[in-house]
């Protein structure tokens, strides 16, 4: 990279792409307002030195984030975040890969003693964004301890419908036991849009009583049934 004598402001612009909230689906779009900050900002004015190993500060901007946290005028920069800044270009770039708010490390030589400043940097734009969102209520997630399950027909014979007035919004897991416990068919059934209701195939199991176990994330339900032809 070419280090060349030169001065800068380290006044570095930033970019910010905002993206409306699809409101297809929405009940209730409302409006809301928020803060973007743009542009990694010093308040700094530097002159690249010819060893070309430092920068001197020039000119600092009032009420800027780099006077504010004790850098003073004609101090020596001699590292940004740990690196040494070998030129005004490299300074340059090394802040404008961050972001406003970010926290950065300045070391310092003034009257030949070197001190090491951290501080946020400042934002070049602050700007307020009004935008539709949606601030639809989130739906209720169903009470797990409370879940009543239906099962029918009774007896029943080549299906076994288990069924709920609540809308499960997860997987849920079936195992079929026999009396002794041993778990003889196990079904899976996959998230439903309306009320849970679900078929599950009990055509190849022998006539007798079953235990359907129905394990609905941490919790689990049992139910006695029984298949005849």
């Given at each position: 990279?070419?280090?060349?004598?030169?001065?800068?402001?380290?006044?570095?612009?930033?970019?910010?792409?905002?993206?409306?909230?699809?409101?297809?689906?929405?009940?209730?779009?409302?409006?809301?307002?928020r803060i973007v900050k743009s542009g990694p900002y010093m308040g700094l004015r530097t002159l690249t030195l010819p060893d070309s190993q430092s920068v001197?500060?020039?000119?600092?901007?009032?009420?800027?984030?780099?006077?504010?946290?004790?850098?003073?005028?004609?101090?020596?920069?001699?590292?940004?975040?740990?690196?040494?800044?070998?030129?005004?270009?490299?300074?340059?770039?090394?802040?404008?890969?961050?972001?406003?708010?970010?926290?950065?490390?300045?070391?310092?030589?003034?009257?030949?003693?070197?001190?090491?400043?951290?501080?946020?940097?400042?934002?070049?734009?602050?700007?307020?964004?009004?935008?539709?969102?949606?601030?639809?209520?989130?739906?209720?997630?169903?009470?797990?301890?409370?879940?009543?399950?239906?099962?029918?027909?009774?007896?029943?014979?080549?299906?076994?419908?288990?069924?709920?007035?609540?809308?499960?919004?997860?997987?849920?897991?079936?195992?079929?036991?026999?009396?002794?416990?041993?778990?003889?068919?196990?079904?899976?059934?996959?998230?439903?849009?309306?009320?849970?209701?679900?078929?599950?195939?009990?055509?190849?199991?022998?006539?007798?009583?079953?235990?359907?176990?129905?394990?609905?994330?941490?919790?689990?339900?049992?139910?006695?049934?029984?298949?005849?032809?």
């Open positions: 990279m070419k280090c060349t004598l030169l001065f800068s402001v380290l006044l570095i612009v930033g970019y910010t792409s905002l993206h409306a909230q699809d409101l297809e689906n929405c009940k209730n779009p409302c409006k809301k307002t001197r500060v020039v000119e600092v901007v009032k009420n800027g984030p780099s006077v504010k946290n004790g850098i003073l005028l004609y101090d020596t920069l001699t590292h940004f975040n740990g690196k040494v800044i070998q030129c005004m270009d490299y300074f340059i770039a090394e802040v404008a890969k961050l972001k406003p708010d970010d926290t950065i490390t300045v070391r310092v030589v003034r009257s030949g003693v070197a001190t090491v400043y951290t501080y946020p940097l400042g934002a070049l734009r602050t700007e307020k964004i009004t935008e539709f969102e949606c601030c639809d209520e989130p739906e209720p997630l169903p009470d797990l301890n409370s879940i009543a399950f239906v099962l029918s027909p009774a007896p029943a014979k080549d299906y076994l419908r288990v069924s709920t007035y609540e809308v499960l919004k997860m997987e849920v897991n079936f195992d079929i036991q026999d009396p002794n416990g041993k778990v003889v068919k196990s079904e899976r059934a996959k998230k439903t849009k309306g009320n849970f209701d679900v078929e599950l195939d009990i055509s190849d199991l022998p006539n007798g009583i079953y235990f359907l176990k129905i394990y609905v994330e941490n919790t689990e339900y049992v139910q006695r049934f029984v298949k005849e032809n």
